[in-house]
Structure formats: C-alpha cells, structure tokens
C-alpha cells in the first residue's frame, strides 16, 4: 500500500512539477469567440472564486493572443448558443510563481471537456444546444473518447434529463457545485473548452425573433449517426422488420394540453387505419419513447420541447405539429427546420387552432405560465382581442407566453384536412431508396475551336469530358451548364445542356475573346463546380 501511495506522491510531485515549470498552454481554433474551441495542458481553475486560471511560466502558450481583446466580450462561448453574454468563458491570469502561496493544486487526470449546458430542463434545448454540440465536439478531436469526462459549468443541479447526458462518455459528469468537493485549485491535465455550434440548426431570438440559423452546416446523415448512437447507448434496437405500423400521439399533460385527446386519437387511427398510441414524458420512460418512435410512421404533438424526439423517427416518417390559436406555425420553426433537414426525409405538417371557440386561456396564472393578470387592463385587453402573436424576441413576451400555454380542443376535419394534403395513401417510414445526393465533380479537358464566317458571324465549339467521379455512379440525370462571356463584360449568357459539346453561333462576335465557364448537373439541382475557366477567342 506505502508502494501505492508513493506512486500517487511522484506522480502528483510530477504534475506540480510540470505546472510549476511549464505553467499553462493554450492552443485554439477559431477565428472569433463565437466560432472557438481551446485546448488546454495544466488550465486551472480556482473553486473559491469560480476562476480559471492560467500560469504563465517560460513554456507557457496562449494562442490566440488576443491581449485585452480576451474580454472583448470574451474568449469563447462555453454553450453552444451563440454570443450569449451569459454563457462566456475567460481565465485569470498568474505567474506560476504564485502557486507557491495558493491551496495545494488537485489534478484531473481524466481529459476534460469543459462547457456550459443551455437550459438542461427543456429537452429541445437539451438535444440542440447540449447533446448533439457535445457528441460532434468529441468527434472533431480525437483524444475526447468515451474516456472524455464532461464538466457542467452552468451552475445548474443535474436537471431531468441527466442520465442523457451521461451516455456521452463512460465516465460521471461533473457540475460546478461539485468541484468544492474536489479542492480549492484544481488543475486539468488536459482539457478542451467550448462546444463545437455545427450541428445547431435553430436561434432563439435572443439579437431577432427566432428562426432557422442563417448557415445550417448539419445534414440528416449526421443527425441519425448521432442518434444511432445514442439507441445504441439506450439499449434499444432497431427494429426493421416490425411489422406492425402505428401512429404516435406525443402528449403534455402538465400545459398547453390537447382537450380532445381520446377523440383525436380514435380520428387518426380510424382515418389512417392504423393502431395510433400517446406517449408522454410523464409517463414513459425516455428508453420507451425513443423505442416507439423510432418505428413509427406519424408522430402527432403540440408545439413543444417534446417535439425534438422527431430526431428518431425512421426516414419516411411525417410529423404533425400542433399549434395553439394565434401562434403562427411560421414564426416559431425549430422542429420544422429539423424535419425538413436535408436527409432528415421527414414530412413535415404544421396544424393551427384557428377558432377561438376552441381555446381555453389561462390570463390568472404566473407569468412564466402565460398569466397576463399583472398587465395594464388595455395591454391585457390588447392580448385577449389580437389574434396573432407578433413577431417578437425571446424569452419573456407575455402575449406569446399567454398564446403558447392555451389549451386547445383539436379541430378533428380540419387537422385531418391539413395531414391529407401532404400525406396522400399511408404515412410513411418508407423502405428507403438510395437518394444520397452526391455532388458531380469539375468537368474535364475542356477545349474549344473558334471558326470565323466573314466580318459579322462566328462559331465556337466547346467539348469536355465527364467529370470524373461520374462513371462510379448511377445518375438518373446529367446535365452541363455553359456560360459564355464576352471578356469584360459583366453578363453571360448561360445554356444547360446534355451532351459533352456544343457548337454556340447565336451571339458568337468574330476577333472577339469569350470566357466559358463549364459546370456538370446531377438530378436538376446538385451543381457540380465550375471547371478552370476556358479562353476561346474567335
Ligand atoms: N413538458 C412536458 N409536459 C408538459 C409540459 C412540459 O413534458 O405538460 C416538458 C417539455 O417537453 C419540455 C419541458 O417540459 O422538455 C419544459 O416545457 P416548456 O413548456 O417550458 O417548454 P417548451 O416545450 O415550450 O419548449
């Protein structure tokens, strides 16, 4: 045990060396705050003041070295919401000299990935600004594996859905509370700070009313190897034979409830013919949701958080989202932006309460549940007459909280009206043909001839190869594009094509130089890029 123990001693000794002697490194990537992620050897952190620290020595590192412009408004968002003033993490700077006066550091020997989470009860949130920035976060460096020990920074207590959290690594995340436990200055081996925003699809009005992010850079392909993970986490598997098909009432019971929610689920299993079942957060456990709703073919809800779990849907599946009176579907579009991701292949249904007969309001509840009761009677009569929401930023809008926690008794003809629009014989998951959309490849050896008639008209013939990845796949459609323009001017005239050359005479000037640019087609819309442009004088 003394052998043990001894081990331990040089070890620690060794770190405190280490620290002592080659103080922090930091190394980053990202050119702004809201786009970086830092990597640390020895950053500490000081849970008496709730600082990190960095110790400068003769072999520290900081890259980038920003000076003052750290704190401008900072180094980097620790969530994955951008921008946010809440959310920003810096450090405290010290000689390593110091540590001679301060608590004996205690090192983590796990590597660490150190973030915020957003808003750890909302299980939107929690998959969009949480779960899935995390997961692509330890994808993007490799020495973040199952090993990774995640630290919370948030302040928050474990929240509802903790135990989702703690699927990502093999190892017990750690909140900020925690950390006291641990010591007064502990020092991270190795860690790496932030979280990857690639796969966030949504905004949440904090700067402008919210909406789809403006450069979604996240496909469905990566949404579903995500979400095969974590089935795969949750024990559940994916069932491809099961026979039967179903429809999925996800239902809240708690607020901006469903009154007809018997009468709702006899219509749809009548009108599709399908068994139709309800799931609730409240009252399935999330292995057992995520099993039912990886098999079936519609899921039905309100407008919620609960929507997010259309993340395990199969391909082909359709998702009805029901919206409350005076809530326009267009303004409020997270889970639509997710169904209608490409190579989600959902189909995506927005379903909105427009009779006021068929709401029930709640003006006497706190704010935070819609309660209007502390307004101004004209503001208060205001909100009971308007019937749409205005357009408005997040997070405390009376009138949208008023709106968002009504009740709503389901138009059955009008909801089944909206559904057949859009789902014409049996909803979906359909077996899957291969519609991965793959992007042509430059066009090549292009050339072209120029041959001149007389002083007025002339031809310029132009041929190319395909482009190279082309004869490894089956294309139902090859197209190419020509644009021709006269050098110096600023228009062209562009022409599709489907062979691999063409003679121009239309518009073609003799002792004149053209500029032809050549793009290969596939199926209409995946636009290859433009080969080097072509020279051709007449
Ligand atoms: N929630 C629920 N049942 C309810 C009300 C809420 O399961 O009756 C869940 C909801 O899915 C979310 C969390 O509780 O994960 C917070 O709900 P809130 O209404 O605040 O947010 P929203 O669903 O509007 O995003």
Known sequence: QSQELSQVQIDYHAALQALVEDGTRMVCTGRMHTD???????????????????????????????????????????????????????????????????????????????????????????????????????????DLDLETRLFFMEG??????????????????????????????????KSYVGLSKITTWYQYGFVQ????????????????????????????????????EYIIVFSRTINRLILNEAELILALAQEFQMKTITVSLEEHSFSDIVRLISNASMLVSMHGAQLVMSLFLPRGATVVELFPYAINPEHYTPYKTLATLPGMDLQYIAWQNADREDTITYPDRPWDQGGIAHLDKTEQERI???????????????????????DTKVNIPSLIHVIRQTVKSKPGPKKQKWSGSLYP?????????????????????????????????????????????????????????????????????PFTIYLVWIRCIFNKNLLGPFADVLLCST
Not at 470 to 497: A, D, S
């Open 156 to 189: 928050w207590s474990e929240g509802v859905h903790f135990d989702l959290y703690k699927l990502l690594s093999n190892k017990q995340p750690l909140l900020r509370e925690q950390l006291k436990t641990l010591g007064r200055l502990l020092c991270f081996t």
């Open 209 to 244: 009313p919210q909406g789809p992010k403006a450069n979604i850079l996240v496909s469905g392909n990566e949404i579903r190897q995500f979400t095969k993970f974590m089935m795969q986490k949750l024990n559940v598997s994916l069932e491809e034979s099961s026979s039967e």
């Open 441 to 509: 490849g430059k066009v090549r050896d292009a050339k072209c001839q120029a041959s001149v008639q007389g002083t007025s008209e002339a031809k310029l013939a132009v041929s190319w190869q395909i482009p190279w990845n082309l004869k490894y796949l089956k294309v139902r459609e090859v197209k190419y594009e020509v644009w021709i323009q006269e050098q110096g001017e600023n228009t062209y005239m562009p022409y599709i094509l489907s062979h691999q050359n063409h003679t121009f005479s239309e518009n073609i000037k």
């Open 36 to 142: 970086r992620i830092c990597r640390f050897e020895s950053l500490c952190y000081s849970t008496e003041a709730e600082e990190f620290v960095y110790f400068h020595s003769n072999s520290s590192v900081m890259l980038p070295n920003l000076g003052s412009r750290r704190f401008q408004p900072a180094l980097l968002d620790l969530s994955s919401v951008e921008d946010h003033n809440t959310q920003y993490f810096n450090f405290v700077e010290l000689p390593a000299a110091a540590l001679k006066f301060m608590p004996k550091p205690v090192f983590v020997p796990d590597v660490a990935l150190i973030a915020n989470r957003f808003n750890p009860d909302n299980l939107m949130h929690v998959f969009h600004d949480d779960l899935l920035p995390i997961y692509y976060t330890m994808q993007q460096f490799s």
């Open 384 to 406: 009971i007459k308007s019937t749409e929401v205005p357009r408005h930023l997040c997070c405390r809008n009376p009138e949208w909280l008023f709106r968002a926690y009504q």
